[in-house]
Each structure stands twice: as C-alpha cells, then as structure tokens.
C-alpha cells in the first residue's frame, strides 16, 4: 500500500443508544443489575473507498450522514463494526474544536503534546514552533493555558499544529469554518500547497463551492450509506437534485 493511500473495505459502523438513560446517580444505582433498554443506530453502511495518494478528496452530505464519523475511523478514534480501513503514512487531524488539546496546559505545551502523539519529538516541535506560532497568530497567548482561549484561537493553533507537522495524510472537518475569513483562506491556501507537495487531504464542509474549487474527487453520504463518488460537479448535482427534491416534498405535504 502507498504512502498517503486510504482503503476503506466493506465498513459498517453502529453505535448503542440508551433510551431512558439515568438522570441521577440515585436512579443509576437503583437499576443496577437491571437489563438496559437500548438501540442499535448504524451510522454507516457498507462502505467501500479507494483514495489514491496526493489525492484532496471531499466529503459532503446532510447533517447526520456520516461523515465525521468516517473521518474520525479514518483517524483510528474509532474502530469499524464490521469491515476495515487503512491509512498508510504519518496522519494528522482535526476534527472538533480543541481535539488533542489539554485545556491547563499551555499552548506551547500543548504543540509538544501534539507533536508527540503523532511520533515526532521535541527537537523537531521546537524547530517548527515559530511557524506554527505566526501561522496561529495567537501572538503571546501561545504561553496562556489553551482553557482561556476563544473558540477561533483553538481553531488556528490546532490547525496550524495539524499542517506543519509534515503529515501525509491530513484530515479536516468543517470546524476551520470557525475561523474569519482571512484566516480560512490561509488554511484553503496551505492546504493547496500541502497537496502540491503530495499530501492526501480529506476535507469534510457543507460548502459546495468551496468542495468544486479544492477536491479532485468528492463522496457523497447519505444516512450513512456512500451515494456517489466522482467528479465534483457531478456529484454536487447529484446530491443538491436530492436536496432540492426532499424540499420539495416536505413544501407539499404541508401545503
């Protein structure tokens, strides 16, 4: 398998909801013993994905569809019910607000933190750290504990962590949507470079414009199950054809 590849084989991924779950610790310890009444939810559905290496592939799909979970099986957060999938090569992610973050460390420490959770040492987060520093641009707060930080601060230091850390696979959910609009056109821009250099990027937004301009490829989810996969104007089509049509059907059976 090549360096930068994602395979994604035949997964299935469900998740156990509680219903009535204890709203106290009296009442948890009263059904203790007692048989838990619950679902089973399959986020995703037998899903198969070839991503080739140096490839920026989108995700896109209604809320709920799947995608951050897919993204975050990508990552090894978690792990398929059934089937597999593999990346090959150094990953790196962001996928929610302050992922891999220890909110009393400071940022500082939480960039050595980061770098050493993906297998890089300090040495090497120290010679990277003034550029993760002036790409942030959280200036001297990169020595405050990461607690006091906005959520936009949060956003560009793990951003700027995530694509200065020479990854070969970088994963991104839409939280970078958090930041102004300069600094979204920043990370649109490193990105760019990221793949010029032969990064595989897989991107997740609800932006379609966005989607058009950046991906080679895009996959479309929908209630957990892979609709399409292809061009990304064909598929944009495809699924805002769906999107429209389920408007259409809810105008109607209101009126």
């Known amino acids: 398998m090549s360096v930068g590849a994602i395979t994604v084989k035949d997964l299935s991924k469900k998740f156990r909801l509680e219903r ?3 709203s106290s610790l009296k009442e948890a310890i009263l059904r203790i013993g007692k048989t838990r009444d619950s679902d089973d939810f ?26 951050s979970t897919l993204l975050r099986l990508m990552a090894g957060i978690h792990r398929p019910t059934t089937g597999n999938i593999s990346c ?13 973050f ?19 040492g300090r040495k090497q987060m120290t010679a990277s750290m003034d550029t993760i520093i ?21 956003v560009r230091l793990g951003f700027a962590v995530a694509v200065n850390v020479e990854p070969e696979v970088l994963l991104v959910d839409e939280v970078i949507a958090v930041g102004d609009e ?25 932006n379609t414009i966005l989607m058009a301009d950046l991906c080679d490829s895009l ?16 598929v944009i089509a495809s699924y805002l054809a769906k ?11 209101h009126d």
């Open 20 to 22: 009535n779950r204890p």
């Open 42 to 67: 399959w986020v995703l559905r037998n899903i198969n994905l070839d991503i080739e290496p140096g490839a920026f592939f989108g995700l896109i799909g209604h809320n709920g569809s799947g995608k």
């Open 88 to 100: 090959e090569g150094r990953l790196s992610a962001l996928l929610e607000l302050g992922s891999g």
């Open 102 to 120: 220890h909110p009393d460390l400071t940022g500082r420490e939480n960039v050595y933190l980061n770098g050493a959770m993906l297998g890089l």
């Open 134 to 154: 002036d790409f942030s641009g959280i200036g001297e707060f990169i020595d405050e504990p990461v607690k006091i930080y906005s959520s936009g601060m949060y």
């Open 182 to 206: 300069e600094f979204q056109r920043r990370c649109m821009s490193h990105m760019n470079m990221l793949r010029e250099g032969g990064t595989t990027i897989v991107l997740v937004s609800h």
């Open 219 to 234: 996959g479309w989810l929908d209630h957990g199950r892979l609709m399409e996969v292809g061009e990304p104007e064909q």
């Open 243 to 253: 999107v429209d049509a389920a408007g259409s059907n809810t105008l109607t059976t």
